[in-house]
């Protein structure tokens, strides 16, 4: 018996044709984003502003809150740590309602201080009608 047949087979080749298509499209595409890049810069000006800066700056009542549940109202101790208190003294402390421009409240808190603690002076600056509200941070230093 003979298996092996009389045909000799064909050396495979490589064909270049679809390689070269591939490659000139590649080329043309290349060619067609390099001559746009110079056009993403955009050429603007911007507007001036002629007005002055802001003359006032509004009030600040600084509210510290210890690790331990101690409150201070621009570094006056409070003896007592309850909201309507708390409400009181940011109230005398924003001074006449009609003085202008609603003062700034900043709450400094311990790191160890309680949620609550901090959740009694956002509820005393409700209270007393003081909306405007920001929280005070420490950046960790750069290593």
Do not use: W
């Amino acid at each position: 018996m003979r298996f092996r047949s009389r045909q000799r087979r064909e050396e495979p080749e490589i064909n270049l044709i679809p390689l070269i298509d591939v490659l000139l499209v590649i080329l043309i595409f290349l060619m067609i984003t390099t001559t746009y890049s110079r056009f993403t810069e955009l050429q603007i000006q911007l507007p001036t502003a002629d007005a002055d800066r802001a003359q006032q700056h509004p009030t600040e009542i600084v509210v510290s809150v210890s690790a331990r549940g101690v409150y201070s109202v621009n570094k006056q101790v409070l003896e007592q740590k309850d909201v309507t208190s708390l409400a009181d003294q940011l109230r005398s402390a924003a001074g006449p309602a009609g003085s202008g421009q609603q003062p700034v409240v900043i709450v400094n808190a311990d790191a160890q201080a309680t949620h609550q603690a901090v959740i009694n002076v956002m509820e005393a600056a409700r209270v007393a009608g003081l909306s405007r509200l920001t929280f005070a941070t420490q950046s960790t230093p750069q290593r």
